[in-house]
């Protein structure tokens, strides 16, 4: 087995499908932690009106996902393929 192939076989163990795509666990893990301490946290510092922690909590996801965007990259390679034609 070369080494490719072992560093494949190893990624693919940490990797689970999730609508058809395949992502790192520590990663799924990582920003659903983020993104639900950011939500959470948005949500009970809202004032006790009725719409407000509404609002609160999607701008805590908004930026709970903001976070998760800047701070976990895609490990996604692209390979273009010539079509025939």
Request: hydrophobic content about 40%; aromatic content about 12%; proline content about 6%.
């Amino acid at each position: 087995m070369t080494k490719t192939n072992h560093s494949e076989d190893e990624q693919s163990k940490n990797n689970i499908e999730v609508w058809e795509d395949l992502v790192n666990i520590k990663d799924l893990v990582l920003s659903l932690f983020i993104c639900s301490f950011t939500t959470l946290t948005a949500y009970f510092i809202a004032p006790n009106e009725p719409p407000q922690p509404l609002f609160y909590g999607l701008i805590g996801a908004l930026i709970g996902f903001g976070i998760c965007s800047y701070f976990i990259k895609p490990k996604r390679s692209m390979r273009e393929a010539e079509s025939e034609e």
